[in-house]
């Protein structure tokens, strides 16, 4: 390692930070092998190199510091920047949790009132279907023990009880649709949940990811390869 000169080790460095092969925290572990390795990873060359890398909107914009310096204001600015949009990331997850656990409720709710609904119109509808009868019974002979039954029970009927009946017939299937509409829609949300709250622990559990958008994502990428690509000629 001695005997390379630091020209041909300025080129090595020079050319692993073209290629992306080094990046910042590999100049920084370099640096502190020994005084000889700090200086050349010091290089304004390499940091400059960096610069117009990892951060291509803002390495246009001239400054009077030295590249490394400037480097690390900008990664720091950058960091901050990604702590930010992490916890607009972490509050707009558990926002979503929220909402869906609420949307939960609803439908729980609604379940609950249309299952009082169903058992009302099911009721009232098992009174008439045995009004009907009793009516039907009437028609024929029946011992008097019977017949005041049935009177008593056609007696209690105040509705026309054919046309009752279909409405209620009516009213009870959809009721069941609903129903079943309601917990197709409860199953969904749930789901939805899950995936949601998923996101949240992945959103928490990586605090420093990238939150860049593609577009800033792929400017880095045709960066990085320019800049391979000029070497290899």
Known sequence: MSILPDELWSRILELGAKTS????????????VSRRFSYLSSD?????????????????????????????IRFERDKARKVL?????????????AVSEKRLRELESLIVKEMERLKVVGDELSNLERARHAA???????PEVVRSS???IVGQCTVPIDSRLSTLRMEFKVCKQQIAVYRKALNDENLR?????EKLTSVKYHPLQSYRTSSTNDNVNVKRKKLKQCTEC
């Open 21 to 32: 092969r080094l990046d910042y925290r590999d100049l920084c572990s370099i640096a502190i």
């Open 44 to 72: 304004p060359a390499l940091w400059s190199i960096l610069l117009a890398i990892d951060f291509p909107q803002s390495s246009s914009s001239p400054s009077t510091l030295p590249p490394k310096s400037t480097y690390k």
């Open 193 to 197: 949940l899950s995936e949601r709250k």
């Open 150 to 152: 049935h009177v008593e």
């Open 85 to 97: 949009l992490w916890r607009r990331a972490v509050l707009t997850a558990e926002s979503q949790v």
């Open 136 to 142: 039907v019974a009437l028609n024929v002979w029946q």
